[in-house]
Each structure stands twice: as C-alpha cells, then as structure tokens.
C-alpha cells in the first residue's frame, strides 16, 4: 500500500513532521483551532505541519502542541478602546470628512456620497 504523498511523521523529507490533510495525530492543532478552544500558541516552536494540494498549489498549516498552549489574555479597557478607535478610523470619509456610518470600501477610498459625486463630475 503506497504512502500519502506528504506522509513523513520523522521529518526526514520536510524538515519537521509533515502529516497529509485530515490526517495529524492528537495533541496538536492549529492557530484557528487553539483559538477555538480559548488557547494560544505562547511562543513554542512549530511542532508539525499539515501539507495539502489546492488550486493555489501547495498548502501548509502549522501545528502546535496542545499541552503547551496558553489561554488566550483577556481584553482590556485599552484594548478595547485601540480596536474601537482604529474601527472609526476606517468609517471615516478623508473627502467630506465625517463618520460615515459604515467601514469605506477599499477600492473607493472614500464614502459611497462622495464616490457618487467624483464620478458624476467625470
């Protein structure tokens, strides 16, 4: 029976272990999963990845140890004071300057008013 293509639990071929899609061994997990279950990595090392092919080419998610995690840290009030400001900061319209209610989009740049009138006068 042939092995999967990215099946090297030693590390020999990647350089750390390297288990194929859906098929890591317990006790690990990734970034998002930790997230999930209200833990962090708290700076241990990469302990394995998973590799897998896409339409995007080759893919890699890394691993950490779920014993070495640490639980997330708790917001702050200035914590939650730097995310309320930097959210403002993306409502607001650098044309007519003022809130405008919603995040601007990107490709604008500015408020859905002011884009209105720049492409009228064009």
């Known amino acids: 029976m042939p092995q ?3 099946w090297d639990p030693d590390g020999a071929r990647y350089g750390i272990p390297t288990y194929p899609y859906h098929l890591a061994p317990d006790g690990l997990a990734t970034r998002r999963q930790l997230r999930a279950r209200g833990l962090r990595p708290g700076g241990q090392p990469v302990a394995a990845q998973v590799l897998w092919r896409s339409r995007r080419g080759v893919r890699a998610a890394y691993l950490y140890r779920l014993d070495l ?9 200035a914590r939650w004071a730097a995310v309320a400001k930097a959210l403002a900061a993306r409502r607001w319209c650098p044309c007519c300057r003022r809130d405008a ?4 989009p ?13 492409a009228l006068a064009v």
């Open 4 to 6: 999967p293509r990215f």
């Open 69 to 77: 995690a640490l639980p997330v840290r708790p917001m702050t009030s």
């Open 101 to 104: 209610g919603y995040i601007l």
């Open 106 to 118: 990107a490709s604008l740049g500015t408020c859905l008013t002011c884009a209105e009138s720049t």
